[in-house]
């Protein structure tokens, strides 16, 4: 069936000598003196009735349009209370601009104000019209203007109905006008520069060009509570309601959605998060019977690309975007995407549309964790999120990170960017297959693993499990002997004995020193570093001598490779002044410290993390007693038995029963310079390093020896503290902590005893007394 046709006449004009013009079924027309035109098939006479001016009409009560209560709304309180107390200016119509990522929340909210605005202005229109082009707009007006005088329909075209509601509008005052999803600022321009009063509410993904046309009013995803609360209002309460709603990123359109399609399919959240973790491509377009196709949130992102479409860099950015962290991604990792203007051209039009946010110094980017993950996720129906499009993203993502990650890690010129690395590279990681790691990425998990055990003592199981990934695709790529391989298991023994998993770290690390010796040689600097790792778990097991051996090795082919005062050489002489302690030569020990630390201040400075780390131990070995080897011994027992867990109690008598018969010893306490040297160490690490970083630690527990060596309660308050820091900063579930509170437990339930049993052995000496030798860093 054909459709009818419509009855309004189109708008013609004509001008000059015996003009004609015709609109409708003029079949014949004559010009010239007293011509008559024939045939007219219709004609329309105008009354001033059924066509009056715009001026003279009123407002019908309770009109409006709106489409939703938004009965089912939470938080936005601030952006409420922004539009309700927004002030106008004579002579202008008051304008605001909701504007965000798709799926935040625009038209809800302006549906939500729009509603309670209506409610408080019965008599007043409040009109919502589809904004997202110009020809939207005018059908907007013309369908306001037929309900404001629903005789115009018959009697003007779409234009002429737009202009009469323009007229209308701009004579009238207090009604509300919402242009929802603006795609352009200009497209309003022309509707709001006739309007003198009155008000309009616009929602839009585009977060630029606003100035002098609307006040922006910008949208952040909910607060976690708002988006538990909107879940259950939509479906109910669930325990793993918060955690969905984390994943989902707190975006409202997604949390409406989920909520919708777990109601209807009776799923709960638990196994929403299962179902997203397995197939996120049927998830992300998973909709329930009730709701739009269009609206899911792969959809409204699919249609903000299609607008960005005339440059295919802006889709390529996203999706390489998708892999990083979602905040503070440098946007140096972009660089070999394209031009510096092509990137920037391309960032800006993202983030105009809202699809990411560029920070205030322009250097980094953010990204919605939702619009990342969608944007990971193959869909062979998306032209923008082909399989081929995502792993080529994914595969200039980690090249990206491959070329930023600097190969010497231990340089603190360095430590700034693996700080803002880090996150991406763990998140790259995370979403990246085990059998797709190329060999870019086993660099990148193995010099970032390296960074992580200096940087935080907090981060050694993470770095742990980037070692241990590094490791497996080294072998894969590169086989057992190879250099990769033997550099990522140089480090693996690091973070095990790091993480006090003793006993696998000891033979990897004997393996390892095998392996390189026979693969790489004497000379080599991993050799060295082999070295060292096997000396500090040999030390571990109490074969002093060995221990020594190996540190001096190692101190010896680095200063042959790379020279007196090299950062390197002297962490090597770090370790052969611990293992000189450990063989039972305390004097020599502080010796060679002393010489170390004038050494490094000469040559790295007073502030350099070396510097740093021999300060801490020249102030330990200053604070603890010479014990003969059978104590040592004991000593090393209890540590073993402390990270175990077992026995420790036990393994502590021991050692109180060792040193007992070792005779009575003076002990110098320490003064209070001492005290203040030590706190200026740990503030000074504090200030340079940062809270987490391991000589930080070692520094607050060296710190925390000198308050106990003093015996005096002024300290107890402030070691009290210190502790609780330091293991907060650990956490609980860190085998650090439960180490350190498996050795004071025992200590204290050991000198409880010891107290009980008679006088002590252990005579105070005076405060200036010689420096006591030393025992291990242990």
Known sequence: MSASPDPRPTAVDASGTAAVAAAGNVGQAFTGPGAVGLNIGTAHLMSPVACPNAESVGCPPGLNNLRSRATMFVGRTDELTALDDASTVPGEALAHVLHGLGGIGKSTLAARWASRHSESNPDAPAWWIRADSRSAIDTGLADLAIALQPSLFALLPQEQLAEWALRWLASHTGWLLVLDDVSNPEDVIPLLARATSGRFLITSRQSTGWRGIAKPVPLDVLPGDDAVELFALRHRQDPDAAELCEELGHLPLAIAQVAAYCEQSGCTARAYLEDLADVPAEMYAAKDENRDHERTVARVWHVTLDRLADDPLTARILLTLAWYAPDGIPRTLLGGLGSRPAVRGALGRLAAHSMVTLSADGDTVSVHRLVQAVSRTRDTADRHRSPTAVEDARIAATEALGRAVPDDVDDPSV???????????????????????????????????????????????????????????????????????????????????????????????????????RVLGTEHPLTFSAQLSAYKLVSLAGDAQRALTLAQDALAGRVRVFGEDDHRTFAARGSVVMALAEAGDPAGARDLAAELLDDCVRALGEEHPQTLATKSTVMMLAQQASLPLPSMAALFKFFNAAVVGEGVVTAARDVVQEVSLFGPMTLARPTEEDVAAAERNLETCLRVLGEDHADTFSARMTLLGVYAATQDERYVERGVRHMVEALTSLGADHPITGFLLNVFQALYTAAEDWAESGPSDLDAGPEHSEAPDAPSEH
């Not at 200096?454 to 057992?480: H, K, T």
């Open 415 to 517: 430590w700034p960017v693996m700080r803002a690395l880090l996150p991406h590279v763990e998140e790259l990681a995370r979403h990246t297959r085990e059998q797709d790691d190329s060999a870019v990425m086993a660099r990148l998990l193995t010099r970032t693993g390296d960074y992580m055990l200096g940087a935080s003592v907090g981060l050694i199981p993470r770095a742990l499990a980037l070692l241990r990934r590094a490791e497996a695709g080294c072998v894969r790529l590169y086989g057992a002997d190879s250099e990769e391989t033997l550099d990522v298991s140089v480090q693996l023994t690091h973070a095990q004995r790091m993480s006090l998993d003793i006993e696998q770290a000891a033979g990897i690390a004997e393996r390892t020193l095998a392996d390189c010796l």
